[in-house]
């Protein structure tokens, strides 16, 4: 009895020592109306994760200086350390990306905020991506990001970027641009080109649904990334809530048959982090012969071993088909007649692309002075495009790897020099098919075929590129930023379809050297809020393999010099009243020089042209303000808990400087002047002005407007042809809720279009008699349903 009693006594005196432990308790609120966050995740190192209760109130056990991070649907996460016994009141920010919390990717400056770059760059999340359907990047960067324009060739494929004035290859008829293969900026996907060792970048494959993240850098960017004459793109997939696993569904339904299912599962532990996507895509089409289709699969994973070390990974499948019904006429456009073009459609135009993309990453940090990050990366891709000029079958193998060194010294109290030094080299094998379109003999009311096989080419590249950027920080926030960037591009070409009674050669070759880029720039920070820079920067873009020969004659075309950029910017950035308002303005002046154009040479009867070459032919200056504002206008703790609105603004000032040419007259008998000196460049409006509005509530109803303008734009470059101005409202309203423990909620409903006003997809530049192509002109609505399982 008395060894019983002992053993009460004890267990009692145990417990009433364990209920005296002290902890450390907190709550988790919203920063914006400070409304409670029920089953928040918190995760501190070394302890399992656990969650906020339906108050948002939470119990840790007594751990001196460790680790916490904090995150919630719809909010930044928060980390930081805590002391044993600690009252925590934990105020979440909604993603409103705020300037001095937007970190950007590549910069020889330790402190990546977007106030310590002397640059314009633009980065846009998840607010922005889905105020529209949130599967068409387009429409995010047309409506966020002053200063770019992204269109489509159909439904989902054939993306291009136009970045301040610039960014499509030079394969049109007669003049300076037109809309075939996106170049002179690069892009990138997780860390991965996108763009190929040529410069060519080719979009169709990349599910645009499954981005999370868009950091856009305008202007020559070739001290970090080589031939970036116009900029440069970096895509991020979506990433795993740290802290969490779930499973989500999404289903989205549209208008013209639109159809999007996305299974996800991201697995998150303490040290890794896997997102899995799964998703079919269908659309009917608007037009005749305009129907898409996209299955995808891709992996992302990232790995922690340690402190020092992070290891990334990113797989992807995509197969894409998109039928095109060609471009409208004037006429066509003018009246309403979107049935498209006969000779597309008899040939069943279409693109049909497979691509397999992989890489992997390792950054590995040996103390706070050095640090790298290297990334293998490869790309499998077949394709079959038919148009109304024939049939053309690719396959094309691109690899290579892109490797940095981050440095940075302490060189006195409030000085420091850091850098980043690196190389990116490609290497590319490709085959290309053409042939003619031919009548099918067992069905001549039908599609016509392929014919004899007319063309066979391959084609290997190899591109390399080495770079340092060095940022010399100064006390009082002020900073010089210098660096250099050396490209070369090396291209060889095999005839494999040798004719043995001609004198066309079987090989072709061309080697471009000497591209160097640097840049020099100087930054200043006030109080943390401000910020004002001035910069100079240099670009190239190298001709491509289909630039320095010609097919039907086999004549080389000699002397194709790679154009060059010149750019001087300066710019101010902001966050004021308590980071309510924020603010982006650059102005600047880029002159492109050797600027490559297309010269047309007819056949004897002057029907039609007989084939085109490529030649140096001038000089392009454009001048431009870019001005993006967005705050907050309301926030309470009632019912509606903020409004924030957004605008930006784009005046375009672009003409062509000394730029004329020498091309056959229609007769063949003698050369006539192109002359397009002071003609306003083609493909961008004078004016683009965006607006709108974000409204959220504590319940989680959520609604946003956003209003479109563009300018009329001239599509020839001779200055005869322009396109009507157009104005667009969309809408989208919807509901987002964590409604239990393990289960969130998103329902939502849009309308594009909302005046039901005639735009445009795509306008074709210097290809008359094509010209357009066309939007839905009609009221367009959408809706769709997340539903997503915590585990």
Same mark, same amino acid.
Request: glycine share 10%.
């Given at each position: 009895?008395?060894?019983?009693?002992?053993?009460l006594?004890?267990?009692?005196?145990?417990?009433s020592?364990?209920?005296?432990?002290?902890?450390?308790t907190?709550?988790?609120?919203?920063?914006?109306?400070?409304?409670?966050?029920?089953?928040?995740?918190?995760?501190?190192a070394?302890?399992?994760?656990?969650?906020?209760? *339906?108050?948002?109130?939470?119990?840790?056990?007594?751990?001196?200086?460790?680790?916490?991070?904090?995150?919630?649907?719809?909010?930044?996460?928060?980390?930081? *350390?805590?002391?044993?016994?600690?009252? $925590?009141?934990?105020?979440?920010?909604?993603?409103?990306?705020?300037?001095?919390?937007?970190?950007?990717?590549?910069?020889?400056?330790p402190n990546k905020?977007?106030?310590?770059?002397?640059?314009?760059?633009s980065?846009?999340?998840?607010?922005?991506?889905?105020r529209?359907?949130?599967?068409?990047?387009d429409?995010?960067?047309?409506?966020?990001?002053a200063?770019?324009?992204?269109?489509?060739r159909?439904?989902?494929?054939?993306?291009?970027?136009?970045?301040?004035?610039?960014?499509?290859?030079?394969?049109?008829?007669? &003049?300076?641009?037109?809309?075939?293969?996106?170049?002179?900026?690069?892009?990138?996907?997780?860390?991965?080109?996108?763009?190929?060792?040529?410069?060519?970048?080719?979009? #169709?494959?990349?599910?645009?649904?499954?981005?999370?993240?868009?950091?856009?850098?305008?202007?020559?960017?070739?001290?970090?990334?080589?031939?970036?004459?116009a900029?440069?793109?970096?895509?991020?997939? *979506?990433?795993?809530?740290?802290?969490?696993?779930a499973?989500?569904?999404?289903?989205?339904l549209?208008?013209?048959g639109?159809?999007?299912?996305?299974?996800?599962?991201?697995?998150?532990?303490?040290?890794?982090? $896997?997102?899995?996507?799964?998703?079919?895509?269908?659309?009917?089409?608007?037009?005749?012969?305009?129907?898409?289709e996209?299955?995808?699969?891709?992996?992302?994973?990232?790995?922690?071993?340690?402190?020092?070390?992070?290891?990334?990974?990113?797989?992807?499948?995509?197969?894409?088909?998109?039928?095109?019904?060609?471009?409208?006429?004037?006429?066509?456009?003018?009246?309403?007649?979107?049935s498209g073009?006969?000779?597309?459609?008899?040939?069943?135009a279409?693109?049909?692309? *497979?691509?397999?993309?992989? &890489?992997?990453?390792?950054?590995?940090?040996?103390?706070?002075?050095?640090?790298?990050?290297?990334?293998?990366?490869?790309? &499998?891709?077949?394709?079959?495009?038919?148009?109304a000029? =024939?049939?053309?079958?690719?396959?094309?193998?691109?690899? =290579?790897? /892109?490797?940095t060194?981050?440095?940075?010294?302490?060189?006195?109290?409030?000085?420091?020099?850091?850098?980043?030094?690196?190389l990116?080299?490609?290497?590319?094998?490709?085959?290309?098919?053409?042939?003619?379109?031919v009548?099918?003999?067992?069905?001549?009311?039908?599609?016509?075929?392929?014919?004899?096989?007319?063309?066979?080419?391959?084609?290997?590249t &190899?591109? $390399?590129?080495?770079?340092?950027?060095?940022?010399?920080?100064?006390?009082?926030?002020?900073?010089i930023?210098?660096?250099? =960037?050396?490209s /070369?591009?090396?291209?060889?070409?095999?005839? /494999?379809?040798?004719?043995?009674?001609?004198?066309?050669?079987?090989?072709?070759?061309?080697?471009?050297?000497?591209?160097?880029?640097?840049?020099?720039?100087?930054n200043?920070?006030?109080?943390?809020?401000?910020?004002?820079?001035?910069?100079?920067?240099?670009?190239?873009?190298?001709?491509?393999? +289909?630039?320095?020969?010609i097919?039907?004659?086999?004549?080389?075309?000699?002397g194709?010099?790679?154009?060059?950029?010149?750019?001087?910017?300066?710019?101010?950035?902001?966050?004021l009243?308590?980071?309510?308002?924020?603010?982006?303005?650059a102005?600047?002046?880029?002159?492109?020089?050797?600027?490559?154009?297309?010269?047309?040479?007819?056949?004897?009867?002057?029907?039609?042209?007989?084939?085109?070459?490529?030649?140096?032919?001038?000089?392009?200056?454009?001048?431009g303000?870019?001005?993006?504002?967005?705050?907050?206008?309301?926030?309470?703790?009632?019912?509606?808990?903020?409004?924030?609105p957004?605008?930006?603004?784009?005046l375009?000032?672009?003409?062509?400087?000394?730029?004329?040419?020498?091309?056959?007259?229609?007769?063949?008998m003698?050369?006539?002047?192109? @002359?397009?000196?002071?003609?306003?460049?083609?493909?961008?409006p004078?004016?683009v002005?965006?607006?709108?509005?974000?409204?959220?509530?504590?319940?989680?109803?959520?609604?946003?407007?956003?209003?479109?303008?563009? @300018?009329?734009?001239?599509?020839? +470059? #001779?200055?005869?042809?322009?396109?009507?101005?157009?104005q667009?409202?969309?809408?989208?309203?919807?509901?987002?809720?964590?409604?239990?423990?393990?289960?969130?909620? @998103?329902?939502?409903?849009?309308?594009?279009?909302?005046?039901g006003?005639?735009?445009?997809?795509?306008?074709? $530049?210097?290809?008359?008699?094509?010209?357009?192509?066309?939007?839905?002109?009609?009221?367009n609505?959408?809706?769709?349903?997340?539903?997503h399982?915590?585990?």
């Amino acid at each position: 009895m008395k060894k019983l009693y002992l053993s009460l006594l004890s267990v009692g005196f145990v417990a009433s020592l364990l209920a005296q432990t002290p902890q450390t308790t907190g709550s988790v609120k919203s920063a914006e109306n400070g409304a409670a966050l029920p089953y928040a995740s918190i995760r501190v190192a070394g302890y399992k994760t656990i969650t906020t209760d *339906k108050n948002g109130k939470f119990k840790l056990p007594c751990i001196d200086s460790a680790q916490l991070t904090v995150t919630h649907i719809g909010f930044e996460s928060y980390r930081g *350390k805590f002391a044993c016994g600690q009252e $925590l009141n934990i105020q979440l920010k909604e993603n409103s990306q705020t300037l001095d919390a937007v970190e950007i990717s590549a910069s020889s400056n330790p402190n990546k905020s977007m106030l310590y770059q002397p640059a314009a760059i633009s980065r846009i999340g998840s607010t922005e991506l889905n105020r529209g359907t949130g599967l068409l990047l387009d429409d995010a960067i047309n409506t966020n990001v002053a200063g770019v324009y992204m269109q489509r060739r159909t439904f989902s494929a054939g993306q291009q970027f136009n970045i301040r004035g610039y960014g499509n290859g030079t394969r049109g008829t007669n &003049g300076i641009n037109s809309n075939f293969d996106g170049q002179g900026y690069k892009v990138y996907l997780n860390g991965i080109p996108i763009t190929d060792a040529e410069g060519i970048t080719l979009m #169709d494959d990349i599910d645009f649904g499954s981005v999370g993240q868009v950091e856009i850098i305008k202007g020559p960017a070739g001290s970090l990334y080589g031939q970036a004459i116009a900029g440069v793109v970096n895509l991020k997939t *979506k990433k795993p809530e740290s802290g969490r696993s779930a499973l989500s569904q999404d289903v989205l339904l549209g208008g013209y048959g639109l159809q999007r299912y996305t299974t996800s599962l991201q697995l998150s532990t303490e040290k890794s982090v $896997l997102l899995v996507n799964h998703g079919r895509q269908h659309f009917d089409g608007f037009m005749p012969h305009t129907r898409s289709e996209k299955d995808f699969v891709n992996l992302m994973g990232e790995f922690n071993p340690n402190v020092k070390q992070t290891i990334t990974s990113y797989f992807g499948y995509s197969n894409s088909f998109e039928e095109r019904n060609g471009e409208l006429t004037i006429g066509q456009y003018a009246n309403l007649d979107y049935s498209g073009n006969q000779a597309y459609i008899k040939n069943n135009a279409h693109s049909n692309v *497979k691509t397999f993309r992989a &890489g992997i990453g390792h950054a590995y940090r040996f103390n706070a002075n050095f640090s790298y990050n290297t990334t293998l990366f490869g790309t &499998g891709l077949i394709s079959d495009v038919s148009s109304a000029g =024939g049939w053309t079958d690719k396959s094309a193998v691109n690899y =290579g790897l /892109r490797s940095t060194l981050d440095t940075r010294f302490e060189l006195a109290t409030e000085i420091s020099l850091s850098g980043i030094t690196g190389l990116e080299l490609q290497q590319q094998q490709a085959q290309i098919l053409g042939y003619p379109m031919v009548a099918d003999s067992s069905n001549l009311a039908g599609y016509r075929i392929p014919g004899v096989l007319r063309s066979n080419q391959v084609t290997t590249t &190899g591109s $390399l590129l080495l770079f340092t950027e060095w940022t010399l920080a100064f006390p009082a926030s002020f900073s010089i930023t210098a660096g250099i =960037g050396h490209s /070369r591009m090396d291209i060889s070409l095999k005839n /494999r379809l040798y004719a043995p009674a001609t004198t066309i050669p079987t090989r072709y070759s061309a080697s471009y050297h000497n591209m160097y880029a640097p840049h020099l720039a100087v930054n200043k920070v006030f109080s943390e809020k401000v910020s004002l820079y001035a910069s100079y920067s240099q670009g190239y873009k190298a001709p491509v393999s +289909s630039y320095f020969f010609i097919p039907i004659t086999g004549e080389v075309i000699s002397g194709l010099k790679p154009e060059k950029a010149n750019q001087w910017e300066i710019g101010t950035k902001g966050s004021l009243f308590k980071n309510r308002f924020q603010y982006e303005v650059a102005v600047f002046y880029t002159v492109y020089q050797d600027k490559m154009t297309t010269i047309a040479v007819p056949i004897p009867a002057n029907t039609a042209t007989s084939y085109v070459y490529v030649a140096n032919a001038g000089e392009q200056k454009n001048l431009g303000l870019e001005i993006s504002l967005k705050g907050t206008a309301y926030e309470s703790a009632g019912f509606i808990s903020a409004i924030h609105p957004f605008a930006n603004l784009t005046l375009s000032h672009f003409r062509y400087g000394n730029f004329q040419y020498e091309q056959l007259s229609n007769d063949k008998m003698s050369t006539v002047v192109m @002359d397009f000196t002071y003609k306003t460049v083609v493909g961008v409006p004078p004016v683009v002005f965006n607006t709108g509005f974000d409204l959220i509530t504590r319940a989680g109803i959520y609604w946003n407007l956003t209003y479109n303008y563009r @300018d009329p734009m001239y599509f020839t +470059s #001779d200055n005869k042809n322009q396109t009507a101005s157009y104005q667009l409202l969309n809408t989208k309203i919807g509901y987002s809720r964590q409604l239990m423990k393990h289960f969130a909620v @998103d329902v939502h409903l849009g309308c594009n279009n909302l005046t039901g006003q005639q735009n445009y997809l795509m306008v074709f $530049l210097n290809q008359l008699p094509d010209a357009y192509l066309p939007a839905p002109r009609e009221v367009n609505f959408f809706g769709g349903v997340n539903l997503h399982y915590i585990f």
